[in-house]
């Protein structure tokens, strides 16, 4: 089966949202959903996920799951906010527990905060299976990124997440805590052992001002012209590439805030006696490249 893909791009942090439904059922999950945080003014807004909200209505799809791939470092997740709006249950993998862990020491969150994936309402194992309508949904264990990604692959489409770029980019970073270069490159193989003509559906994209996005190339055409990792390159070369890339890019300017949002499945901090919620911010434990 075929499943019908719209992609959403919040500009901002370059990040890819996806629907996708089968036709026949008019069945749907929604794939890493973006919740807007602006850093300078310590906001929260709903416009790229009302945007999805829109899109469900429009095309009136019922929503079975909203998806999420990894906890991620560059947006919060609008998971939550989907799920009350939607009635569907929340997902991601079961190795997030091991990234809730993390945080919690690197956060010094109290002995309260529950590291056991409870935020969501699945957590999904490698191989596990589940339907949206009449497509099969197949979930593979891919990290490197983060310790805890996780891909969905949808009949003949896969979201990947941030694994592989666009074939011209080549791949994503693994220098975040939990992140590691080898687990990648093993990730990378097992989803370029999937059909040649399966689509793949990246997590992100830095086109500029006035350029659209590009978001998916097939198997095939990664195997035949991604920077990285393309047919003929192999292993030792990869890590080599990826490393020293890593080594010059800096964190990414909203991770220290949005990993405290998504190690709670896309909710803020409890509110303070104020009535308003507050993030923490670490100080001198990362490099400030």
Request: net charge negative; proline share 7%.
């Amino acid at each position: 089966m075929s499943p019908i893909i719209r992609a959403f791009f919040d500009r901002p942090t370059g990040s890819l949202q996806y629907v996708f439904h089968c036709p026949e059922t008019k069945k749907a999950a929604i794939v890493d959903p973006v919740w807007n945080f602006y850093p300078e003014a310590g906001a929260v807004t709903t416009e790229s996920a009302d945007e999805i909200l829109d899109h469900v209505r429009d095309e009136g799809l019922e929503v079975d799951w909203i998806l999420d791939t990894h906890p991620h470092a560059d947006h919060f997740s609008a998971a939550r906010y989907l799920s009350e709006k939607l009635g569907a249950p929340t997902a991601i993998g079961e190795k997030v527990t091991g990234v809730q862990k993390l945080w919690k020491d690197l956060y010094h969150l109290g002995e309260d905060f529950p590291t056991d994936g409870s935020q969501w309402d699945r957590l999904f194992a490698e191989g596990d299976e589940f339907m949206v309508g009449e497509i099969p949904v197949r979930v593979m264990f891919s990290p490197g990124h983060t310790l805890a990604s996780i891909t969905y692959v949808a009949g003949d489409a896969a979201f990947v997440h941030d694994t592989l770029m666009m074939p011209e980019s080549g791949t994503s970073r693994a220098d975040f805590p939990g992140g590691s270069t080898e687990d990648l490159w093993n990730s990378l193989r097992a989803i370029l052992d999937l059909p040649p003509e399966t689509r793949l559906y990246i997590g992100h994209d830095y086109p500029g001002d006035g350029t659209a996005p590009q978001y998916m190339a097939t198997v095939a055409e990664h195997r035949l012209r991604n920077r990285h990792v393309k047919d003929g390159i192999g292993k030792a070369e990869f890590i080599a590439t990826r490393e020293a890339r890593d080594a010059t890019l800096p964190l990414p300017g909203r991770m220290l805030a949005a990993l405290q949002v998504n190690i709670r499945g896309g909710r803020l901090p409890g509110a303070e006696g104020d009535g308003h919620s507050y993030l923490k911010i670490p100080v001198g434990k990362f490099d400030p490249r």
